[in-house]
């Protein structure tokens, strides 16, 4: 479910420094795509115990025998590990008891998982230092630029406009993400001219953790409909 980028990846066995109470953790099925969001209540010995994970209000079901992908991030990285239930507690409120992974593996921030695609968006020209003096746009005019890929950490955009590293953008999500509408983002890269302008990469800035949350289920649930039309094909393809 999950990608990980084994070039970037590092093996922690201290997974108690890690999963404490309140973190949040973005669990699935192993095997499946469905995304499900949760936040761990307490940590033991050798098990720690979980929310009853949810999406959109239906809660996940699992049994002993579920095998469950769990990944969070923080700020020097991104966690995957893979382990299983062992039971349910039922007191004040329903807990997962959730065996302790014997590790961890971490990704650098960079290797969100990314998704292929082709939108036009609107982009506001907040602070962009070189590329105004040879064209007709100015400041704080809103340019259509198109989106090739999109991550929880930024996005490809193919501009018009010349773009240079550090250069200020306010990217009008609404068109790709439910329920979000402008967000912040700067300039990291410049990558080329393209036929349809100037590629540069775009990091998101001062994203609060429930924006990142949804941009990243954004990303998950296209790479599924994208892989489901593509299963789809096959069958429909085969003699």
């Known amino acids: 479910m999950f990608l990980q980028n084994e ?38 010995d050798t098990s720690f115990t979980i929310l009853p994970p949810t999406d959109n209000g239906k809660n996940l079901i699992v049994t002993k025998k579920t095998e469950l992908e769990f990944m969070f991030t923080i700020e020097n990285g991104k966690y995957f590990f893979t382990t299983k239930p062992i039971g349910i507690i039922k007191e004040n409120i329903t807990l997962l008891a959730i065996e302790l992974p014997a590790s961890i593996q971490r990704n650098e921030m960079r290797a969100f998982y990314r998704v292929e695609m082709l939108r036009r968006i609107p982009v506001k020209l907040i602070n962009v230092a070189n590329g105004l003096n040879d064209s007709n746009y100015k400041e704080n005019d809103v340019v259509t630029m198109t989106c090739t890929d999109l991550s929880g950490g930024g996005m490809k955009l193919i501009s018009p406009v010349f773009l240079d590293k550090d250069d200020v953008l306010e990217i009008d999500l609404s068109g790709l993400v439910d329920d979000i509408e402008k967000v912040c983002a700067k300039v990291i890269r410049y990558i080329g001219v393209e036929e349809e302008g100037h590629a540069v990469g775009i990091m998101f800035t001062s994203l609060t953790e429930s924006v990142r949350d949804k941009i990243i289920r954004c990303v998950f649930q296209r790479q599924h409909d994208k892989e489901r039309l593509t299963d789809n094909f096959r069958r429909k393809n085969v003699f």
């Open 7 to 44: 070039t970037a990846m590092e093996i922690i066995t201290a997974v108690k420094k890690l999963i404490k109470a309140e973190l949040k953790l973005w669990v699935a099925v192993s095997g499946t795509k469905r995304l499900f969001v949760t936040k761990v209540n307490n940590v033991y």
